[in-house]
């Protein structure tokens, strides 16, 4: 049985795929996962999907990676490299102010030496391959819409979302039933916030024993530059402005090969001023001088944004369940002070495909596995730096320090609370001085950084974006917030429009670039992100 099932959906036919194992997402995580599951053994069949329309299209990171967990996996990888793979050489780490800043020490879990500047979705581009080759079978554009479950609760497989249906529910010309994908396991590896992950978690009380899970909100983009701009390798980190004290946020700039400049603002979704725009902070960084000097005369190549899982040790959800395992981001494993996911996003899927080759495919004795492994290590030493900064930046660098030096060994650890319960109310935020500067670097808004993002929707689906009640919008939370969607949401999918029939709140779905930041930040979690058509939504170029 599935977990959501009309009448309607009943009466369709539809085909069935049946595999051993099946897994949600073609990101780092589930693709070594595949590869690993295969190479231990062949016979295994082994299935991956994959909402966006390529591999790569949806995703999204900075990023720089450690290699170790990808050495383990593919030994011979630095012979043929992915497409773009940039040794890192030289760290900054930078405190801003409006027209200047200090260069600091670098902290010792930010140094890059031995790491390598990649594209995320290049990289998966790269990994997807070399999976096939192997036997895994890969599809692009298939979109799960939900689980499938047997009359015990057992997850036993996911439902491709139908593809071919009108905003108001018809059926169009070209309509075609999704198939059910049937398997004795099913991975999750959805990434930051997966809808599959949130409606498991809950079912079956994976959280209950851990604290709520905490986001950020990462906004970046790919630049052209003049030649002779680049130095092939450099990192630069920075904090400070634009963000005042009690936003937790910094920005990432990342010297590429080909005079190509990857650079970006992560803002933690905690942060209480119901008026700070995420992706304002971007643009406001970008034109630093010290950022403004780099990016002058040079081109947009690709922007996007993607939600980034920050709960870290205290937030780690119970990672089994009757037919089913999470591994990545989809299970929050991210290291926040170093700002990496990647090695653990590997790392854990090697170990859940060695868990089930050893265990018959079960997926029971996996999350003792995952908390015993070095993945958790390392999110246990530093558990308690991200929930320092909420109490401002100050505490939180001096409490930053002290975790570093005791290598996490603090008797305590500090507790997460959700980030929708963070905002504070109009009139109960005092406005910090925003001291920001005229802009004039590309994008000009919201819409413009869309286009950068290639994202596609057919304008005639059901919207994807689901509001439990709307009258909420246009009462409460433009009284109580003044309808932070609108400020939050770097794709400018919300708006508050006022016509003959009054106030409501216009969803732009076709904007949607599938961060998942309403579906995290909203104050009155009435809203809802669910999967839309396969093949829908950004299709990121090495982001």
Known sequence: MSETRSAAAEAVERDVMEYDVVAVGAGPAGLSFAIRLKQLNPDISVCVIEKGAAIGAHILSGAVIEPEPLDALLPGWREAPPPICVPATDDEFWLLSKDGGRKLPVPPGMHNKGNFIVSLGALCAWLAPQAEALGVEIYPGFAAAETLH?????????????????????????????????????????????????????????????????????????????????????????????????????????????????????????????????????????????????????SILSAGARAIVTGGFQSLPKTEMPGALLIGDTAGLLNVPKIKGTHQAIRSGMLAAEHLAANGLAPEGFDAKLRASDAMKELRKVRNVKPGFKRGLWFGLLNAAWETVTAGLSPWTLKNKPDWSALDKLGEHEQPKRDYVQRDLAPRDRLQGVYYAATEHDEDQPVHLRIADTNICVTRCAEEYGNPCTRFCPAAVYEIVEDATGKRLQINAANCVHCKTCDIKDPYEIINWVTPEGGSGPNYQNL
């Not at 009359?151 to 905003?167: E, L, P, S, T």
């Not at 999704?178 to 099913?186: L, S, W």
């Open 150 to 298: 047997d009359d015990d609760g057992k997850v036993v497989g996911v439902r491709i979302g139908d593809m071919g249906v009108a905003k108001d529910g018809s059926h169009k010309p070209g309509y075609t039933a999704g198939i059910d994908i049937r398997a004795k396991v099913v991975v999750l590896a959805e990434g930051a916030r997966g809808h599959l992950t949130k409606r498991l978690i809950k079912r079956f009380g994976l959280d209950k024993d851990s604290d709520p899970q905490g986001y950020s909100i990462g906004i970046k983009e790919l630049w052209q530059v003049p030649a002779g701009r680049v130095s092939p390798g450099k990192i630069v980190h920075s904090f400070g402005w634009p963000a005042d004290n009690h936003v937790y946020g910094g920005s990432f700039l990342y010297h590429l090969d080909k005079d190509r400049i990857a650079l970006g603002y992560v803002s933690g979704l905690d942060y209480q001023d119901p008026d700070y725009k995420p992706w304002e902070a971007f643009q406001q960084w970008k034109n630093h001088p010290q950022v403004k000097a780099l990016l002058e005369g040079g």
